[in-house]
């Protein structure tokens, strides 16, 4: 039997229980994982409140990131072997897995090897937050050296991840966030401008900072009535990505900007790389890249042990963290 993570009702962070489960072994093109650590992410607290994609099946379990030891292995893998320490990508529905216990299976898909010197903590928060951030700016949005790029909710660990990589790219990365509150933790994380939204003007320092240009992509979670002001800090055939809904209030789009300056409007999902091979060895070799040589690096805001799963919810929720919350096995 192993503890596994799970709710049986919709709600808040309290119906998450630990419960003994008898994992199953794993199938053909799947392994089994002895857990070490796991990363926390937004679509799993919109999945435990019946606000994501799907709706769960009760019992229901979640989790899309673990870094482990591969425990077994199932028919006709040979990719990896018992023993190998993997890392798992988000790239599944949690209605077939769940990352969250001592043990899990997982689709040899979704696998990757840990990189070498990252800590377990460090490996089990990366993927799913760099993943995300490539998929947008590198594999679609080509951004380019000097390109200026508007992140909002910047604090967030794939908010962090996109200011990394915009620094790889020797891009510009202007970080969005409500008040000054974080504006010294974002500047020491890389970006090289804030805008507090709640205290300035966004479409006045965007032209400040880009002497009146605009900024060429933007990359927001958040969604709402705020979008308009994003679109109005665009240059001319400038990329909007919308890759979250944190507010579901509808999005105000301003036609005439959108005319004017012949902007892209575009939504976008982790999983329109995680699911396409190609795309997918892409981020891997990038981040791998990117990691070896320390200019990747996940920032852990705090670790909470299995027991404690309900508390790094709340604290999920509770929108005070700078970077990436794990659960430590």
């Known amino acids: 039997m192993s503890k596994v993570v ?11 229980q630990i419960d003994d489960v008898d994992v199953r072994s794993p199938n053909a093109g799947e392994v089994r994982i002895k857990v070490k650590a796991l990363g926390l992410n937004r679509a799993e607290a919109m999945y435990r409140l019946g606000q994501y994609t799907f709706t769960p099946e009760m019992p229901a379990t979640l989790g899309y990131e673990a870094a482990g030891t591969i425990e077994s292995v199932g028919p006709g893998v040979t990719e990896y072997a018992v023993g190998d320490e993997v890392n798992v990508i988000p790239a599944f529905s949690f209605a077939d897995y769940g990352m969250y216990g001592e043990l899990a299976v997982a689709p040899v898909h979704a696998l990757v090897r840990q990189p070498a010197g990252m800590t ?3 490996a089990a928060g990366t993927w799913m937050q760099f993943v995300t951030a490539y998929g947008a700016l590198v594999d679609i949005g080509n951004l380019q050296k000097g390109d200026t790029v508007l992140i909002r909710a910047a604090s967030s660990s794939v908010g962090l991840a996109a200011i990394q990589i915009a620094n790889i790219l020797g891009a510009v990365p202007v970080a969005l966030t409500r008040t000054s509150e974080k504006r010294q933790a974002l500047l020491d994380a890389g970006a090289a401008h804030v805008i507090a939204t709640q205290e300035q003007d966004l479409v006045s320092e965007v032209n400040r900072i880009t002497a009146g ?8 979670p ?18 909007f990505f919308q890759y979250g809904a944190l507010d579901t209030a509808d999005m105000s789009i301003p036609v005439m900007e959108v005319l004017g300056k012949d902007l892209t409007i575009r939504g976008y999902q982790l999983f329109e790389i995680t699911q396409d091979p190609e795309r997918l060895d892409g981020a891997k070799a990038f981040i791998t890249k990117g990691l070896q040589s320390g200019s990747l690096r996940p920032l852990i805001a705090k670790v909470f042990p299995l027991a404690q799963i309900v508390d790094a919810h709340r604290f999920m929720e509770s929108n005070a963290q700078i970077g990436k919350i794990a659960i430590e096995i």
């Open 6 to 16: 799970r709710f049986h009702r919709i709600g808040g962070p309290e119906v998450l």
């Open 222 to 239: 958040v969604g709402g009535p705020e979008v308009a002001n994003v679109l109005r800090a665009l240059s001319y055939l400038g990329i």
């Open 120 to 122: 377990s903590v460090e």
């Open 213 to 220: 240009a605009g900024a060429r992509m933007a990359f927001d």
